[in-house]
């Protein structure tokens, strides 16, 4: 019967194919899904390991915050943080208002991790970094990519680096349909790109440095030459630009910029370490309860999908399959009726002189009657 059914189900010969294709499809699903269940059931030394090991680091990093680092940090604002950008321009371009000294102003608030049973089983701190939000006026035209360098005054020290103020990303021959619409872009044709390219512009809206404290050379230093804070594998300056407004088939005419946000932050501040060993993310991995709870959704599935597809399986079976061949045509033997036979859609031809498969009547033996 078995054989028969797939041999059925495989050739085509089902009346209703659709519901043989989702039993085969939910049977092969809730293994998948019974493996799963099985895997979480039973855990992962490698994931446990991997959360462990992050919650160590985050956990050591706490403490040197709340020990020493947190009040070096502190202790550099005695005389002021300030903040300059000097801009890198070019002949025939016009700057309105170029920015000069922005004080930066301290403050405590700290991001929540996305780690709930981490977030009430740690120990807690109190953050601390600086930051400038405000308003300015910066005006360059014609539109170009503009550089620039910032400078910190921060612990009697001045550390600098440079900056894009504004870039300019070619994503090729996308169409321009895609370049409005997904990329915020300009479909442009230039003379390297005759049939037209796709040019994103984008301003700075978010500068964001991290400072180290050298303890050999009782110094300040920078960590990186990042001016991004935030870990972002997929694109690093994902939160520290914004798209300037362009028109379909044509690039800005001129870079304006009315806001801009500026942070100075410690290397040692456990948000950006959460922020490094969990790529972003602010969640350490899968718990221990997760891992049952994801077990637990898996084998329901699991059994859901099983018992769907058996249902569907004995259905065909009962539409295509054993019941409906097999045992049509055996009752069939067994009937003698004028016309044609007809059971649950199937014809069955009657016998025959030639073909005749009902056994031959037998005369019923009399015993002669006999008279004393």
Not at 20 to 33: C, E, K, P
Not at 55 to 82: M, P
Not at 161 to 187: F, N
Request: net charge negative; hydrophobic share 35%; glycine share 8%.
């Amino acid at each position: 019967m078995g054989r028969q059914l797939a041999s059925i189900a495989l050739s085509g010969a089902c009346r209703k194919p659709v519901p043989t294709a989702v039993a085969i499809t939910s049977l092969l699903t809730s293994t998948v899904l019974f493996f799963l269940a099985v895997f979480y059931w039973r855990g992962n030394p490698k994931v446990d390991r991997a959360r462990a090991d992050k919650l160590e680091q985050y956990c050591f990093a706490i403490s040197k915050w709340n020990d020493t680092a947190r009040s070096l940090f502190e202790g550099a604002y005695k005389t002021g943080v300030y903040s300059r950008i000097d801009f890198d321009l070019q002949e025939n371009t016009a700057v309105v208002n170029e920015l000069g000294g922005m004080q930066l102003e301290p403050s405590e608030g700290r991001i929540q991790l996305d780690d709930p049973e981490a977030e009430y089983s740690l120990p807690t701190y109190h953050g601390l970094y600086y930051s400038y939000d405000g308003p300015i006026t910066l005006m360059v035209k014609p539109y170009r990519d503009l550089g620039a360098s910032i400078a910190f005054a921060f612990g009697g020290q001045t550390l600098s680096l440079p900056v894009e103020i504004s870039r300019t990303q070619d994503h090729g021959a996308i169409g321009w349909k895609m370049c409005d619409y997904q990329k915020h872009g300009a479909y442009v044709s230039l003379p390297e790109h005759p049939g037209g390219t796709c040019l994103v512009f984008q301003k700075v809206q978010r500068l964001c440095v991290r400072v180290l404290y050298d303890t050999r050379q009782q110094l300040w230093v920078l960590k990186n030459n990042s001016t991004s804070c935030v870990v972002d594998q997929v694109n690093t300056y994902a939160a520290d630009y914004g798209f300037v407004p362009v028109q379909r088939h044509q690039g800005p005419e001129a870079l304006n910029i009315s806001h801009i946000h500026i942070e100075l932050r410690s290397a040692d501040d456990p948000d950006l370490v959460a922020h490094d060993l969990t790529n972003g993310t602010m969640n350490f991995g899968i718990t221990v309860s997760q891992q049952w709870q994801a077990a637990v959704a898996f084998g329901v599935s699991g059994l859901l999908c099983a018992v769907t597809g058996s249902v569907l399986f004995f259905c065909c079976i009962k539409e295509c399959g054993y019941y409906a061949e097999v045992i049509p045509a055996k009752k069939a033997k067994t009937r003698n009726a004028d016309t044609s036979t007809i059971l649950e859609g199937y014809e069955f031809p009657l016998a025959t002189p030639d073909n005749e498969t009902l056994s031959e009547p037998v005369e019923e033996e009399h015993e002669e009657c006999r008279y004393p």
